[in-house]
């Protein structure tokens, strides 16, 4: 592809992206997978310039309105070159030639705007925080109170690019070999700091087509869920329920610590993800996990209950940057009532003594720490909160945040994705 071609596919995924609920990698994937002549390289360049953008929309946008024009994806993609955060070394009339499948050429009016640009940098004192550190306005003072000593540098590692991270399935392989066959497939990685089975590639490559994958000797997880699965204390031999299952990254993870001993119970209300959580369970060999027929009410009684719930996704702006830009007051709304409903209802499921992890990929206090005095306060089932600081102890040099009740996991603190973790045991009767 040409350099104006790979700036119009761009220009085409961006406005997709804008017009669309499903997640930006999807969409990318979606749109290689339809046009195969796409090489490796052109993948790069696109996606780069395409995530530089979403990352760095509210900047792009202070300057379009600056110059007096709306900005529309196509003026955001000059920007984005123009100021350098994509493509550094391109000339604009090499991205904007106007070939036969390339974007269309520059005009005056944007010659001379992308000529002013190219003299600026994207920062500017003049820029508000929500601007410069690319978030909407709105979202002003709802972030987790964690995060707050420290909210500039947080937010700024929340827009950077997350890394590339596995769990080695410990069922079938240890780390130091799961290292050793991906040097020979040409993959350097490094083993996590704190989850024990975790590794991270030192660059973003593709995996999937290793056989080692294939045969399901790792897995793709981040760190953050790796800690959580930790933290929650399972054990061979227990009774868990992952009332939110989802995929079955955390099913995975929990029959892995539980030496594939015991009874793992998957649900969810997306039929489409627990069928994909099946075929990763048995490419893994995992024996213990079940998900009850659609119709079958689930009476039982478990020693853990898990709650990934459905979230703002505020914790994985560094993977999925355009959601920060789809949120709204009312998806805050309609998330945190969900997450309400869900913590009351798998209370039930909680045995006397047992436990019950609440977690979120968030980083906001109505969907984390509010949620979780709300549930201690109202529900009619008694559970405490448990210390996290004494689960911790078993995680290499994890620290607690203040107060050591709950866990906030950080990009810029512990180099993981943003992840909640509440850990409730119901009293024993």
């Known amino acids: 592809m040409t350099p104006s071609a790979r700036c119009q596919a761009a220009i085409e995924l961006l406005e997709t992206i804008g ?29 780069s310039l395409v995530y530089a953008v979403l990352r760095k929309q509210a900047q792009l946008d202070w300057w379009c309105h600056r110059a007096g024009i709306t900005p529309t994806v196509r003026q955001r993609v000059l920007a984005a070159l123009s100021f350098r955060i994509a493509w550094e070394s391109i000339r604009l009339d090499t991205a904007f030639a106007g070939d036969r499948y390339g974007a269309q050429a520059l005009d005056e009016a944007e010659n001379l705007r992308a000529e002013a640009w190219l003299h600026e940098t994207i920062e500017n004192d003049e820029q508000p925080d929500d601007v410069r550190l690319n978030y909407p306005a709105w979202l002003n003072g709802a972030f987790s109170s964690n995060l707050n000593a420290n909210l500039e540098a947080e937010l700024q590692a929340l827009n950077s690019e997350a890394t590339v991270d596995l769990r080695v399935n ?19 990685a490094v083993p996590m700091k704190f989850a024990p089975n975790g590794i ?19 897995e793709p997880q981040d760190e ?3 800690i959580a699965v930790e933290l929650v204390g399972a054990a061979p031999g227990d009774r868990v329920l992952d009332f939110c299952a989802g995929g079955g990254g955390k ?15 998957l649900h969810d209300v ?28 689930i009476n039982d009684k478990f020693d853990i209950v898990i709650l990934d719930v459905p979230c703002s996704g505020s914790g994985v702006w560094r993977r999925n940057p355009e959601t920060k830009w789809r949120i709204t007051p009312a998806l805050i709304a309609q998330q945190t009532e969900t997450q309400a409903a869900i913590l009351a209802e798998a209370a039930h499921f909680v045995r006397p003594g047992g436990r019950l992890a609440y977690m979120t990929c968030s980083v906001f206090e109505a969907e984390n720490k509010t949620q979780v005095d709300k549930f201690l306060r109202e529900s009619p089932i008694p559970f405490n909160l448990v210390t996290i600081s004494k689960e911790i102890i078993k995680m290499n040099g994890l620290k607690p945040n203040n107060g050591a009740e709950t866990l906030q996991l950080t990009p810029r603190n ?6 909640f973790v509440a850990l409730f045991e119901r009293h024993a009767e």
Do not use: W
Request: a positive charge.
């Open 251 to 265: 099913a995975l993870a929990l029959a892995a610590v539980m030496e594939n001993r015991g009874q793992i119970v």
């Open 19 to 47: 017009s669309s609920s499903r997640p930006a990698d999807a969409i990318l994937q979606s749109y290689f997978r339809k046009r195969r002549y796409a090489g490796g390289g052109d993948r790069r360049a696109i996606q």
């Open 224 to 226: 953050a869920s790796q």
């Open 170 to 188: 410990s069922l079938k392989i240890d780390r130091d070999t799961a290292i050793r066959l991906l040097a020979d497939a040409g993959l350097n």
């Open 200 to 218: 991270r590639l030192s660059e973003r490559r593709p995996f999937r087509h290793l056989q080692g994958f294939k045969d399901g000797l790792f």
């Open 414 to 419: 512990h180099q993981t994705d943003g992840f």
């Open 270 to 297: 997306d039929e489409k993800r627990l069928a994909e959580a099946k075929r990763r369970l048995e490419r893994a060999g995992v024996t213990i996990c079940e998900t009850p027929e659609k119709d079958r009410v």
